[in-house]
C-alpha cells in the first residue's frame, strides 16, 4: 500500500464545499472518483483544510491510499482527464506512510480578494467579494497587527464550529491595495470554521470606517462572536497554500518559505 499526496486547484462556485455530501457537489467527492478512476479501486481524500461552500483553492493538498503503481504524470493527467474544468489535480507525490494532509500541515495561508469599485464585476462575481463603498486599506492594516500570534478567538469562530479550541497561532495578517483590488492574506498554524471571513469582515467595517482599527483588539479579547461583523462572502476567500516540513520535499507552494502566486 503506498500513500499518494496530491494538490488540488478549484473554482469552488458550483460546489458545496470539500467535505463529500448525499446528493450535494463536492470538492472531495467528484475527485475521489477521478483519482479512484485511475487507480482502478476505491480511495479516500483527506484534505489539509475542508473548505466551505463556494470557497475556491489555489493549494488545497490531500493525501490517499492506493496499491495502484501511476507515474505522479499518470495520477495528474489520468485526474484531470476526468475533472470538470473548474477542478484540477495540480501535482502528485508519493510520501511516507507517516505523512498526513491534515496533520502535518505546519500552517495554512488563506487570502481574501475583494474587489473595491462602485461597478460590480460581471466576470468575477463568484470569484471576489465585491465592495462598492471605499475602503481605506490603511486602516485595515493598522487594525491587523491586533490579531497576530497566539490567541482565543472564540470572536471569529461560527456557531457550528467543532474544533476543540479556540486557540491558534496567527503568524503573518496582512492587508494590500492593488489598484481597484484590496487582498487580506493571512497564515496560522490552523483556522477556525468561518475564522477567515469573519476576520475579513471585521476589517472590512473598519476599512468602511464603520469602526475604529482599535475595535479588532476588543473584539478579540471580548471572545463573544455576536459583538464581531458580519461574516465575509465566500466568495472572496481561497486557500493558498498549505506549508510542510521540508522533509517531505512536497512541490513548491507546500514548503517554508515559498512565495505565493502575486495574483489569482
Known amino acids: 500500500m503506498s500513500r499518494i499526496a496530491v494538490g488540488v486547484e478549484y473554482d469552488g462556485s458550483a460546489y458545496a464545499g470539500w467535505q463529500a455530501q448525499e446528493r450535494l457537489p463536492t ?16 480511495v479516500t481524500l483527506v484534505c489539509a483544510g475542508r473548505t466551505d461552500a463556494g470557497v475556491h483553492a489555489y493549494g488545497q ?3 490517499f491510499d ?16 476526468e475533472l470538470p474544468a473548474d477542478v484540477s489535480v495540480s501535482w502528485a507525490a508519493a510520501v511516507p506512510a507517516h505523512f498526513h494532509a491534515r496533520y502535518c500541515a505546519e500552517a ?15 466576470l468575477l462575481a463568484r470569484r471576489a467579494a465585491w465592495i462598492h463603498r471605499p475602503l481605506d486599506h490603511e486602516r485595515m492594516a493598522q487594525a491587523a497587527p491586533a490579531l497576530l500570534g497566539q490567541h482565543d ?20 495578517l496582512s492587508v494590500e491595495r492593488r489598484g481597484d483590488w484590496v487582498l487580506i492574506e493571512a497564515t496560522a498554524n490552523a483556522f477556525l470554521h468561518h475564522m477567515m471571513r469573519n476576520i475579513a469582515g471585521l476589517l472590512i ?11 479588532a483588539r476588543e473584539v478579540l479579547e471580548g471572545r463573544d462572536r455576536s459583538r464581531n ?3 465575509a462572502p465566500a466568495a472572496g476567500l481561497y486557500l493558498l497554500s498549505v506549508r510542510y516540513p521540508a522533509a517531505f520535499a512536497l512541490p513548491a507552494g507546500c514548503r517554508p518559505g515559498v512565495p505565493a502566486p502575486d495574483r489569482l
Open 27 to 42: 470538492i472531495q467527492r467528484i475527485t475521489q472518483t477521478a483519482l479512484s478512476s485511475v487507480a482502478g479501486e476505491p
Open 61 to 63: 493538498v490531500a493525501h
Open 66 to 81: 492506493t496499491r495502484a503503481i501511476r507515474s505522479t504524470r499518470g495520477w495528474v493527467l489520468g485526474a484531470n482527464s
Open 108 to 122: 495554512r495561508t488563506y487570502r481574501y480578494l475583494i474587489l473595491n469599485r462602485l461597478a460590480r464585476s460581471a
Open 153 to 172: 478567538f472564540s470572536a471569529f469562530r461560527s456557531s457550528e464550529c467543532q474544533a476543540k479550541s479556540p486557540i491558534r497561532r496567527m503568524e503573518r
Open 205 to 215: 467595517a473598519i476599512g468602511k470606517a464603520d469602526a475604529p482599527p482599535s475595535w
Open 229 to 231: 461583523a458580519a461574516t
